[in-house]
């Protein structure tokens, strides 16, 4: 099982990326996706998830209404779109699959570096 996650780089405040986490080894659509992040000298925090079929979404209030998370099952792709990115949003990004009825993440992405410059 292998989890990518990409896309991460320097960015102004105000501006926006796209994170993408390609998934193998896995019935992809049978796991429930989410992301995390690490800021430096902080712990791991939820960023949001989405459902196998895409058609549910959760967001933490951090990051609500101005990050959106897709998934693409024909692909075995996810992706996380962050606009109006602060100072604040600087961290390591990881995504994770969780198995249906799995209360965890069953696996994790080795993660992706995002700056944001004030």
């Known amino acids: 099982v292998q989890l990518q996650a990409s896309g991460g780089g320097l960015v102004q405040a105000g501006g926006s990326l796209g994170l993408s986490c390609a998934a193998s080894?896995?019935?992809?659509?049978?796991?429930?996706m989410g992301w995390f992040r690490r800021a430096p000298g902080k712990e791991r925090e939820f960023v949001g998830r989405?459902?196998?079929?895409?058609?549910?979404?959760y967001y933490s209030d951090s990051v609500k209404g101005r990050f959106t998370i897709s998934r693409d099952n024909a692909k075995n792709t996810m992706s996380l779109q962050m606009n109006s990115l602060k100072p604040e949003d600087t961290a390591v990004y990881y995504c994770?699959?969780?198995?249906?009825?799995?209360?965890?993440?069953?696996?994790w992405g080795q993660g992706t570096l995002v700056t944001v410059s004030s």
């Open positions: 989405i459902s196998g079929s895409g058609g549910t979404t």
């Open positions: 994770a699959a969780s198995r249906f009825g799995s209360q965890y993440y069953d696996y």
């Open positions: 080894g896995i019935t992809f659509s049978n796991y429930n």
